[in-house]
């Protein structure tokens, strides 16, 4: 099992903390802020509050052993980056990190960031693709990886079998429920054939739910 380390619990760090908690992982988490470290307190046993610029303490936490360090230090900057250089110097074998504007991003990967990510511009793209999809489209995030998608059933999805509609989308996802008129229905066939006007309900892995936003039924 791998070991990651979140460093920085704002909301997009707490978001990470507990989806990976979630999902059964092993993390160990950490921020400069005692209010924000006492609220993972019993959700998380290695949990520190610390100064993560600091390579020193880092190597006495353990964090430089960790697999996967995720930054989610975004808008102070210069703890941003500090962070990261200390991660590195400390050995992490793969360091993701926050960024909160292109500037910043490219900095992060000027001094060895492993993966910068751009939280609310990916989330724009994904709500943008989602529009282009169905514009009657919403996805809810369960966790870090996983999504609930609720679709509506627009023309040109309608007069398929539910089967036809999943393979066509390519997407790996479990169909939850179904409403037709007023009625929702949760064990629903394969051969059911989807009527315009229909809700359908889906979960998955967040990078199944890219596959289906990347792909348009074909009429």
Request: charged share 25%; proline share 2%; aromatic share 4%.
């Amino acid at each position: 099992m791998k070991t990651y380390a979140v460093l920085g619990l704002g909301k997009f760090g707490a978001h990470v903390a507990r989806g990976l908690i979630d999902n059964g992982e092993q993390i160990i988490a950490a921020d400069v802020s005692e209010e924000r470290v006492k609220v993972f307190k019993s959700m998380c046993d290695n949990l520190f509050i610390l100064d993560t610029t600091d390579t020193i303490a880092l190597k006495e936490t353990g964090i430089n052993e960790a697999d996967i360090a995720i930054v989610s230090i975004g808008q102070n900057v210069e703890a941003s980056i500090l962070t990261v250089m200390a991660l590195k110097e400390s050995g992490v074998k793969e360091v993701i990190a926050k960024a909160s504007t292109l500037i910043h991003g490219k900095i992060l990967s000027k001094i060895g960031t492993d993966r910068v990510i751009y939280p609310e511009r990916d989330a724009a793209k994904r709500l943008v693709r989602g529009l282009s999809l169905n514009p009657h489209l919403d996805i809810v995030e369960i966790t870090t990886h996983m999504r609930l998608v609720r679709l509506l059933i627009t023309p040109e999805h309608a007069q398929r079998t539910l089967q036809d509609f999943l393979d066509t989308s390519k997407a790996d996802l479990k169909v939850v429920a179904l409403k037709h008129g007023v009625q929702w229905d949760y064990q629903i066939p394969m051969s059911t054939l989807l009527v315009e006007g229909d809700i359908l309900l889906l979960i998955g892995m967040a990078k199944e739910v890219d596959v289906l936003l990347a792909s348009k039924p074909k009429d």
